[in-house]
């Protein structure tokens, strides 16, 4: 929860500065904990204004978004899923 309260703050300070936030993404044990904790972070920070933000999966490799190995397929498929 501190993790997706610090990116929330910190997206909420960079969009007041300069109008965008940028965001590096790695897979793993961090997929499940952003799809957990985020949501209820950016509800508390409305400054963060996600739909001024740029996500990049940092360690995606060259594989379809279906393959078990994508990073941007996991959270995909974290996003679906009722939480």
Not at 20 to 47: D, K, Q, T
Not at 49 to 59: G, I, K, N
């Amino acid at each position: 929860a501190a993790l997706a309260r610090l990116v929330a703050d910190e997206a909420a300070a960079a969009v007041a500065r300069s109008g965008r936030f940028a965001l590096g993404l790695s897979g793993g044990s961090m997929v499940e904990l952003l799809a957990r904790e985020l949501p209820g972070a950016l509800s508390a920070v409305p400054a963060a204004e996600p739909s001024r933000w740029l996500v990049a999966f940092c360690d995606e490799r060259l594989v379809p978004p279906e393959h078990p190995e994508s990073t941007f397929g996991a959270y995909r498929v974290s996003r679906q899923r009722p939480g």
